[in-house]
């Protein structure tokens, strides 16, 4: 028997691959005898017993068999080899592995390799088309098997359901919504419209409350296997792409969780953040103290391309202008927020607080850069309380910070402005209360009732402080209306239905008074005629204010 290491197997040009290879090669003769062994080859023979003139292809089972290859497996001495036959010409080229070398193979395989059936059956791992479905059946994506499988190209499917390609016949059962429908992993032979049979194994990728986001199918061909190890690395390499898109999923549900926006008003501004974050340009965001600007402010940078660099902050109040443009620039030696943040963002709080000499050197820098340095990379997110354009008016603004950071101002309104919202609000701190301190403790409408009536001047930070008050303070599982402060005890009937917290121009506020009424309208009826009736004006009226209002009408 020879073990070739550089020449060339008879009838098999592959040189010193075929003596060097990992795995047993022989070429069996037309008896069934090993030809040429490579050294692999040779020392499993040896290991085993195996002489030379044995007629192997009689001791070997066949599992199973196409046109130009079978796959086998075979006990000599008490180890069993699992193989594949290729025929060429009159000889055979035989692969041979042992069960503890296919399982050293699977050594590297991750924890989603629970999608295989049997480990040691080595050809149910060889997969050829990944499916890939959200939480509700819609396709994301498939591998490029799929036309060969299925005789659909990807953007045939991507974008449908599963749904309606089970009813368009293009594959039954589908195991997606098998998936869907049980909760669970599940295995199933489907029939394709080209008339394949798949091994199919779904399972589903759940967040962290169990809900499922992802359905990943993987599916074999149980006529035509793949190579064993090129399919395992594709499949890691999937499915830790799945694993890290799902990671980020989790990361911004979690964190848009925290942010709660239920009313119009509030969805309008999350929507123009979300579109806005994808662009560098300075934001400016308005609004009284309390109404959650930070929390916008770190959703920008979430949902911006700086996402994976900084998010830091500075108070422009807090500190004096020495220590603020130390904080911002740097001194000592010592970076300032502007270089720590390069390529990230930073939130600038209270910026109508900055002292008018830091402006000067702020805006220089972000504009300029410093000396023979770059411009700073580095996106700019700033609050402010007061009306900056009037601190301008008044000389306490400089003009051309001004005007660098109002390129896209965004206007967040106070909590009185958007009570769908402080319902929704008070469960959320109740909620993160509960998880703090292990407990189960709820609150009766009529609280609920009482807070929802409550103007909030201190907004959205007064709110979680007066829950975890009375949370705190209050005894029993139910928190009652005898828990709440007394500015809280009127109820919502006994408030005045419209107050006025500041002066401003009254046609301003009559434009303001008029836009509430409206869209308050808007969402209780149906039609203009209907909102004209209940507001005692004309049809005609109701449809022209709404459009000078910019409110949908619905």
């Known amino acids: 028997m020879k073990y070739p290491d550089h020449e060339d197997a008879p009838g098999f040009p592959v040189g010193s691959l075929f ?21 692999h080859a040779g020392e499993l023979f040896d290991r085993l017993g195996i002489p030379e003139d044995l007629n192997i292809k009689s001791r070997l089972e066949i599992v199973s068999a196409s046109d130009s290859a079978s796959v ?15 025929e060429n010409g009159g000889d055979e080229l035989l692969f041979l592995l042992t069960e503890g070398e296919l399982e050293q193979l699977l050594n590297g395989v991750d924890a989603y390799r629970n999608l295989m059936l049997d480990v040691k059956a080595i050809f149910d791992h ?9 939480g509700n059946g819609k396709t994301l994506r498939v591998s490029s098997a799929c036309e060969r499988l299925w005789g659909y190209k990807e953007s045939e499917l ?27 992993k599940v295995s199933l032979v489907q029939t394709t ?10 399972t589903p ?19 035509e296997l793949k190579e064993l190890k090129a399919e395992i690395d594709l499949q890691k390499q999937m499915m830790e792409g799945y694993r890290q898109e799902i990671e980020q999923l989790r990361e911004n549900e979690a964190l848009e969780r925290r942010f709660i926006a239920r009313s119009s008003e509030m969805r309008r501004v999350v929507q123009f953040a979300k579109r806005v974050a994808k662009v560098d340009s300075p934001i400016l965001l308005l609004g009284e103290s309390g109404v959650g600007k930070e929390e916008i402010a770190m959703l920008i940078h979430k949902w911006s391309n700086r996402s994976s660099s900084p998010f830091l902050v500075a108070n422009c109040e807090t500190v004096s202008a020495e220590m603020l443009e130390q904080e911002l620039l740097g001194a000592d030696g010592q970076l300032g927020l502007i270089d720590m943040s390069n390529s990230g963002t930073l939130f600038l709080e209270q910026v109508d607080r900055m002292p008018m000499s830091t402006q000067a050197k702020l805006v220089r820098i972000l504009q300029r850069g410093s000396s023979e340095d770059q411009k700073a990379d ?3 997110i700033a609050t402010a309380n007061e009306d900056l354009k009037n601190r301008l008016e008044d000389g306490r603004f400089r003009e051309d910070f001004y005007y660098f950071l109002n390129i896209v101002p965004i206007e967040v309104p106070p909590l009185r402005a ?4 402080i319902v929704p609000l008070v469960l959320h701190v109740l909620r993160g209360l509960n998880d703090l301190y292990k407990e189960d403790r709820k609150i009766q409408p009529a609280v609920l009732k009482r807070l929802e009536a409550y103007d909030w001047p201190g907004n959205v930070q007064e709110l979680r402080n007066i829950i975890e008050r009375v949370y705190v303070t209050s005894e029993g599982q139910w928190i009652t209306p005898d828990a709440l402060p007394h500015s809280l005890a009127l109820s919502g009937q006994e408030a005045e239905a419209v107050q006025v917290h500041k002066l401003m121009p009254l046609k301003q506020a009559v434009s303001m008074v008029e836009r509430q009424l409206l869209e308050m309208a808007g969402r209780k009826f149906s039609s203009t005629t209907q909102i004209a009736q209940a507001l005692h004006i004309d049809q005609s009226t109701v449809s022209r204010k709404m459009k000078r209002y910019l409110i949908e009408d619905e």
């Open 19 to 39: 003596g060097s290879a990992p795995v047993g090669l022989v070429i069996l003769d037309g008896q069934g005898k090993a030809k040429v062994s490579n050294a």
């Open 72 to 86: 086998v497996k075979g006990t000599f001495n008490g180890e069993t080899l699992i193989g594949k036959m290729i």
């Open 126 to 134: 060889s997969y050829d088309v990944i499916y890939v479905s959200d």
């Open 158 to 184: 991507v974008g449908k359901t599963v749904y309606q390609l089970e009813a368009e016949g293009v594959y039954k059962p589908s195991i997606t919504r098998e998936v869907l429908e049980r909760g669970e």
């Open 193 to 202: 419209k080209t008339g394949r049979r798949l091994l199919v194994v779904g």
């Open 205 to 223: 990728i759940k967040d962290a409350s169990g809900n499922i986001i992802r359905v990943v199918n993987a599916s074999r061909d149980v006529t």
């Open 378 to 380: 580095v996106r700019i």
């Open 418 to 421: 958007r009570r769908e919202d």
